[in-house]
């Protein structure tokens, strides 16, 4: 409980809170063990949300590279 009390940056709390939340409700339910399923919850909801904003990231610089490239153009060539 006195954890709750803390000051939580936002910067470390991202993805954090939401899967404290479901570790431990799946924590409880799994033999009353809420406080350790919410560790591990927020850990992994951590670790998600970096992987979600790294998969973010490099779709953006996809399409930033993909607008930089003209478009290629078939070569006209004369009748014969």
Not at 29 to 55: P, S
Request: positive net charge; glycine residues 14%.
């Amino acid at each position: 409980m006195a954890m709750l009390a803390l000051p939580v940056s936002q910067a470390g709390a991202v993805g954090c809170i939401s899967g404290a939340v479901a570790g431990g409700v799946a924590g409880h339910y799994a033999g009353h063990h809420a406080v350790l399923g919410a560790m591990g919850g927020c850990v992994v909801g951590h670790q998600l949300h970096k992987k979600q904003k790294a998969a973010r990231k490099l779709k953006q610089q996809e399409q930033q590279n993909a607008q930089q490239q003209p478009t290629a153009t078939p070569a006209t060539q004369p009748a014969q």
